[in-house]
């Protein structure tokens, strides 16, 4: 297969993955028999968007949903393409040879309103330079964690693994594990999952694997969002959820590598920002 051809193969899957996800999630807003059912169940909004710098170089689409389980949820794909900058060039694998790049994926985020429902964040995505390769993950960030929800969601992605590599669930969850931390917090973003980046082994291999990463995500969340969304919360709860959003806002704001990808690659600026939480505290 050509190279031309794989990243079309790639583009068409995280469009199909975006819509499969959708639909699930407008599913459980039909489904919600707790608070707000006086509300009409939430349905995403689309808007598409191209480059500033330059409309034929790519551009994306956004789908935004408020809803009455979904806070605000945004599930974005993107395909664009051009020059990176020598200096951020120097620091993507394969640019410094030639600046020249072509970026395709797919980016979640949700935030709930039941602070017993987990957040969740979600991407994988496929880039090439005069390399390419494949990179993303899913892990939960939940405001009052729960023991079975983070063992269900770490068993998901383990079989999900181990499907495609013995040592990919250990060596990709202690990537989470280091990466989603804060620093000037001392402590983690949340319950970790699983990261991986500049996986470039076999292609059809390594986009098999992508595959089922998004594909054990639509199956293990929505269990996990219909576990808690018709059970009551106090409002000291809530005001937990709110604090915690805050520290989540901070690690993508400071530390989160995609913002500052999609930042200096002429993205949509909305869309990039669309993680951050439409509600949140600092004491």
């Given at each position: ?37 006086d ?11 191209f ?100 063992k ?37 973003r ?8 500049q ?31 018709n ?53």
């Amino acid at each position: 297969m050509s190279t031309e051809a794989q990243k079309e193969k790639a583009k068409i899957w995280f469009e199909e993955l975006r819509d499969q996800i959708c639909h699930s999630f407008e599913k459980i807003e039909d489904e919600i028999t707790g608070v707000y059912t006086d509300l009409d169940p939430g349905r995403f909004e689309r808007t598409k968007w191209f480059r500033e710098d330059d409309p034929a170089k790519g551009g994306g689409t956004m789908a935004v949903m408020k809803g009455r389980v979904f806070e605000k949820v945004g599930v974005n794909v993107s395909t664009v393409y051009g020059e990176f900058s020598p200096e951020f060039a120097a620091q993507i694998p394969g640019a410094d040879k030639d600046p020249r790049f072509w970026a395709s994926g797919i980016s979640l985020v949700a935030h709930m309103h039941n602070p017993k429902v987990p957040a969740v964040h979600m991407n994988t995505r496929h880039i090439v330079t005069t390399r390419g390769w494949f990179g993303g993950g899913a892990d939960l960030n939940a405001a009052i964690p729960n023991h079975f929800d983070t063992k269900d969601f770490h068993k998901a992605l383990k079989k999900c693994c181990d499907r495609h590599g013995d040592d990919y669930y250990e060596k990709y969850k202690k990537w989470c594990d280091e990466y989603f931390y804060v620093p000037h917090r001392n402590r983690a973003r949340g319950e970790g999952g699983i990261f991986y980046d500049q996986l470039s082994t076999d292609w059809d291999r390594d986009f098999a694997f992508t595959q089922d990463v998004g594909r054990t995500f639509n199956e293990i969340y929505p269990a996990l969002v219909r576990r808690h969304m018709n059970k009551e919360w106090t409002f000291e709860e809530r005001e937990e959820l709110l604090y915690y959003r805050g520290l989540y806002a901070e690690f993508n704001l400071v530390y989160d590598r995609g913002t500052a990808f999609g930042l200096k690659t002429g993205g949509n600026v909305d869309a990039i920002l669309m993680s951050l939480p439409p509600h949140a505290k600092w004491k």
